[in-house]
């Protein structure tokens, strides 16, 4: 068995010498490894292996019914390379449902117009929007506790609808969007999986998807709140799914340091990867999502019953979640299985939970690392919106010993209605690492640019 395998839970002094040893042959294990793509191949060419990979069998739920096959098997007429915003929107406008490949290489810019000048807010600003005029018509001073109305929010939705046409870029059936070699970027987008079958995403870093337009909600909580629309990959009503090795970042444009109007934050950014509306059979593997606050929503509402339930089965295993605030994943509907992931937070960031268990939430959690610095309890790992949901929590780990997640939610929480049994196993799990290995492995094999 491989050094990396599942090694059984133990305790006291014999998890102790057992940790030990596992952490002591990890460097040799790690030689011994089979050669990644990037070894094997030269980093500035995919090989044709790559690009016409298929997602393994028994990878997580999008294995399930069929599997993922993406654009494997293309013609060479429908592989492509691109290296602009304009190549990339045209490869993917080809007509027909046959599997294509798209190559991305380099760093792709959506906002940027088919001669590759940059485009800034001020260029989709239209009908006299700008944020000063918002900012001093919407003061709830002034405006009080309503939605905002009239020409200057009609002028906020027009500018934003003329972003959305230049930086959502629809992906069709049996397409794999694959970067090539290690800094493969694709800046300010989003790639919209929407109502199709067999898409495969890798090898990318999707960075800063941001939104120039943000509105502003006085309802929407106590003091209200500024909301962003924008995921950089969102899957909708998509079935038969695979995001593997890639990078989600806000880059330079960390929430941490936008503006606060009206007391809240001026929030440009939404999720990193949502998944929604009926979406299912996904696995979600060797990502890294960094430095974000509404990571990954699995369902995004409490009434989307006809669409969701019995679907949003996702597998979510080795990706890195480091220093994101919030919903890695949120989970209403799904069966969920998340496990041999690291969660890695460090001191002073903004954090609130990682597990969010929803209305119908059927979330499995197991064998996961977790990080935290001395401000941030065990207990905060879970939350739970919706009362009479359960979760299942076996084998995680926080800095680096076993502890019940979900014992240190309930003593924290003592009036929670939070169940132990999600009500499925997983059975769709090709290899489990131990915890105490992951975050060593994913440090060095998770992400863009490790294929």
Same mark, same amino acid.
């Given at each position: 068995?491989?050094?990396? !395998?599942?090694i059984?839970r133990?305790?006291?002094?014999?998890?102790?010498?057992?940790?030990?040893?596992?952490?002591?042959?990890?460097?040799l294990?790690?030689?011994? &490894?089979?050669p990644?793509a990037?070894?094997? /191949?030269?980093?500035?060419?995919?090989?044709?292996?790559?690009?016409?990979?298929?997602?393994?069998?028994? %990878?997580?739920?999008?294995?399930? #019914? +069929?599997?993922?096959?993406?654009?494997? +098997?293309?013609?060479?007429?429908?592989?492509?390379t691109?290296?602009?915003?304009a190549?990339?929107a045209?490869? &993917?406008?080809?007509?027909?449902?046959?599997p294509?490949?798209?190559?991305v290489?380099?760093?792709?810019?959506?906002?940027?117009d088919?001669?590759?000048?940059?485009?800034?807010?001020?260029?989709?600003?239209?009908?006299?929007?700008?944020?000063?005029?918002y900012?001093?018509?919407?003061?709830?001073?002034?405006?009080?506790?309503?939605d905002?109305?009239?020409?200057?929010?009609?002028a !906020?939705?027009?500018?934003? #609808?003329?972003?959305?046409?230049?930086i959502?870029?629809?992906?069709?059936?049996?397409?794999t969007?694959?970067?090539?070699?290690? %800094?493969?970027?694709?800046?300010?987008?989003?790639?919209?999986?929407?109502?199709?079958? *067999?898409v495969?995403? !890798?090898?990318?870093?999707?960075?800063?998807?941001?939104?120039?337009?943000?509105q502003?909600?006085?309802?929407?909580?106590?003091?209200?709140e500024?909301?962003? #629309?924008?995921?950089?990959v969102?899957?909708?009503g998509s079935?038969?799914?695979?995001? %593997?090795?890639?990078?989600?970042?806000?880059?330079?444009?960390?929430?941490a340091?936008?503006?606060r109007?009206? +007391?809240?934050?001026? $929030?440009?950014?939404?999720?990193?990867?949502d998944?929604?509306?009926?979406a299912?059979?996904v696995?979600?593997?060797w990502?890294?999502f960094?430095d974000?606050?509404?990571?990954?929503?699995?369902?995004?509402?409490?009434?989307?019953?006809?669409?969701?339930?019995?679907?949003?089965?996702?597998?979510?295993?080795?990706?890195?979640?480091?220093?994101v *605030?919030?919903?890695?994943?949120?989970?209403?509907?799904?069966?969920?299985?998340?496990?041999? *992931?690291?969660y890695? $937070?460090?001191?002073?960031?903004?954090?609130?939970?990682?597990?969010?268990?929803?209305?119908?939430?059927?979330?499995?959690a197991?064998?996961?690392?977790?990080?935290?610095?001395?401000?941030?309890?065990?207990?905060?790992?879970?939350? $739970?919106?919706?009362?009479?949901?359960a979760?299942? #929590?076996?084998?995680?780990?926080?800095?680096g010993? @076993?502890v019940?997640?979900?014992?240190a939610?309930?003593a924290?929480?003592?009036? *929670?209605?939070?169940? %132990?049994?999600?009500g499925?196993?997983? /059975?769709?799990r090709?290899?489990?690492?131990? @915890?105490?290995?992951?975050?060593?492995?994913l440090?060095?094999?998770?992400?863009?640019?490790?294929?």
């Amino acid at each position: 068995m491989s050094a990396f !395998r599942l090694i059984s839970r133990t305790s006291g002094r014999s998890g102790a010498l057992a940790g030990a040893a596992v952490l002591g042959c990890a460097a040799l294990a790690l030689t011994s &490894l089979p050669p990644t793509a990037s070894a094997a /191949e030269p980093t500035h060419r995919p090989s044709d292996r790559l690009a016409h990979a298929v997602l393994p069998a028994r %990878d997580g739920w999008g294995a399930a #019914e +069929g599997g993922v096959t993406g654009g494997s +098997g293309a013609s060479p007429e429908r592989i492509s390379t691109v290296t602009d915003r304009a190549e990339l929107a045209a490869a &993917l406008a080809e007509p027909g449902d046959e599997p294509r490949v798209i190559r991305v290489r380099g760093d792709i810019d959506a906002n940027a117009d088919d001669q590759g000048r940059p485009l800034d807010c001020a260029d989709y600003a239209t009908d006299g929007y700008s944020l000063e005029a918002y900012l001093a018509e919407y003061d709830p001073e002034t405006w009080g506790r309503e939605d905002p109305s009239g020409p200057l929010e009609e002028a !906020r939705a027009a500018s934003a #609808e003329r972003q959305k046409e230049q930086i959502v870029l629809s992906v069709p059936s049996n397409t794999t969007i694959i970067g090539v070699g290690r %800094d493969a970027t694709v800046h300010g987008a989003t790639l919209d999986v929407r109502g199709v079958e *067999n898409v495969i995403i !890798r090898n990318l870093t999707f960075e800063d998807t941001f939104d120039c337009f943000p509105q502003w909600d006085p309802t929407d909580g106590e003091f209200g709140e500024w909301n962003s #629309e924008y995921d950089s990959v969102v899957l909708y009503g998509s079935r038969h799914v695979w995001v %593997d090795h890639n990078t989600f970042t806000d880059g330079d444009r960390p929430d941490a340091d936008q503006p606060r109007y009206f +007391g809240r934050l001026f $929030q440009q950014h939404d999720g990193q990867l949502d998944i929604v509306r009926g979406a299912d059979l996904v696995t979600v593997s060797w990502n890294v999502f960094t430095d974000h606050d509404k990571t990954i929503l699995l369902g995004n509402s409490d009434s989307a019953e006809a669409d969701d339930r019995g679907k949003l089965r996702t597998t979510f295993h080795h990706n890195l979640f480091h220093n994101v *605030n919030e919903r890695a994943p949120r989970v209403r509907f799904g069966q969920v299985d998340v496990y041999n *992931n690291h969660y890695r $937070q460090d001191a002073g960031v903004a954090y609130g939970y990682s597990w969010g268990i929803g209305k119908e939430s059927a979330l499995v959690a197991e064998h996961n690392a977790v990080t935290l610095p001395a401000e941030i309890t065990p207990d905060r790992v879970i939350h $739970q919106w919706t009362a009479n949901t359960a979760v299942t #929590e076996r084998g995680n780990w926080v800095n680096g010993r @076993p502890v019940d997640l979900l014992d240190a939610y309930r003593a924290a929480n003592p009036e *929670n209605t939070l169940g %132990d049994d999600a009500g499925w196993r997983p /059975e769709l799990r090709r290899e489990i690492h131990h @915890p105490l290995l992951l975050p060593l492995l994913l440090d060095l094999r998770a992400g863009a640019g490790r294929l």
